[in-house]
């Protein structure tokens, strides 16, 4: 689910054109967004807990690996909005 939604994100933000590039921003600033990046940094969250880690005899969760492209994700879109703040009314 994670990587189909962004995956349609960053294919409809990075468009040529200026009136797709404005459905890009709603695709990205709407609470749905903000809901599903807020659900999955609780799941890898907890998936990536050193506590757990050590539970499991040093076995890491195989959700481990995609905790680097969320954040990257989620820091791409807070610095979109900081470098354009107007594009998002």
Known sequence: MLAVHLRNVVRSST??????????????YNWQFVHCIDFWSQVLGGAADVDLQ????????????????????????????????????
């Open 15 to 28: 468009s040529g054109k200026a009136g797709e590039n404005q459905e890009a921003f709603k695709a990205v």
């Open 54 to 89: 050590r539970e499991n005899a040093g076995v890491e969760s195989p959700l481990k690996p995609l905790v680097y492209p969320l954040t990257q994700i989620a820091l791409g879109v807070v610095r979109s909005v900081d470098e354009d703040p107007g594009s998002w009314r």
